[in-house]
């Protein structure tokens, strides 16, 4: 069973970057028809999808987060990362990263739209 553990800075300060990284565990990062996703939800919000990177290395992102993040995927460490820049207080969330298996969910509904994923790491943004 693959299994991902977010981590991250709690506490970022606005205008700063925000790294990310997913750790997978129980399975490759790189096996054919994963695709891989950062989400988030902001307190009181629903889920936002950010962005994904599948098996090959292809990447796809969001148009509301495109100008200003980054996923990538470290294959020797079996991790994912996000980095997001200039970030605001409405960047405050809990950000996951989630699994799916032969596509994508791009608007999800729950987290149980994706086959796996993690605990979530909560961070805010705050001065």
């Known amino acids: 069973q693959v299994q991902l553990q977010e981590s991250g800075p709690c506490l970022v300060k606005p205008s700063q970057t925000l790294s990310l990284t997913c750790t997978v565990s129980?399975?490759?990062?790189?096996?054919?028809?994963?695709?891989w996703s950062w989400i988030r939800q902001p307190p009181g919000k629903v889920l936002e999808w950010i962005a994904y990177?599948?098996?090959?290395?292809?990447?796809y992102y969001s148009p509301f987060f495109e100008s200003r993040s980054t996923i990538s995927r470290d294959t020797s460490k079996n991790q994912i990362t996000l980095q997001l820049t200039s970030v605001t207080p409405e960047d405050t969330a809990v950000y996951y990263c989630?699994?799916?298996?032969?596509?994508?969910?791009?608007?999800?509904?729950?987290?149980?739209?994706?086959?796996?994923w993690g605990q979530g790491t909560r961070v805010t943004v705050s001065s």
């Open positions: 989630a699994l799916t298996d032969g596509g994508v969910v791009v608007m999800p509904k729950r987290l149980e739209d994706y086959a796996s």
């Open positions: 129980g399975g490759s990062i790189t096996t054919a028809s994963y695709y």
């Open positions: 990177i599948c098996y090959s290395g292809v990447t």
